[in-house]
């Protein structure tokens, strides 16, 4: 399988696995880049892939503020969801090849956070060329009784993603 037929099945995959049941929305108040802010759900967010099966101390959701185009900075709105108010959260954005961020790589979320709140938070990125990316979310979750780390990935097409001559077979 070559690495574009690879970006399409990885794309394909991570929306699929995306939940689009939408909450009530109401206006988030500004905050600063690096303080979570909480608020409720926007409708077209969606869930960040994750590949950790099971009860995790943390869910996260993310929406694009426009369509991805390269050169063009793009914020993408985090919802970081807690579910134990035992738990110190911290969030970190990796960047992708092709992708640079330019702000709001960070978030901690201190002890004590309401579980099955959202804590807004917003990441600018920078595409560089059109393509298929996907962006990693690491959540580093300490607790008294445990610390886990879970990764999410968050796909973004930019521009024309891939286009279907790129998909045919290189001719020999």
Known sequence: ?????????????CLGACDR??????????????TPRKAALPPDMVSAVSGSKG?????????LASRPEPGRPLDIELAVIPSDAAATIRV?????DGLAITAGQEMSIPRGAEPGVPLMHRVTVVPERDGIFSLSAVALVDTDRSSLTRTFAIPIIVGEGITPRELAPAAH
Do not use: C
């Not at 049941?21 to 690096?34: K, R, V």
């Not at 009860?55 to 929406?63: E, M, P, Q, S």
């Not at 970190?92 to 992708?96: E, F, H, L």
């Open 21 to 34: 049941t939408p909450e009530a929305a109401t206006p988030a108040a500004p905050a600063s880049a690096s």
């Open 92 to 96: 970190i954005v990796q960047n992708a």
């Open 1 to 13: 399988m070559s690495y574009r037929h690879l970006g399409w099945v990885l794309a394909l995959a």
């Open 55 to 63: 009860n995790a101390a943390v869910d996260l959701k993310f929406a």
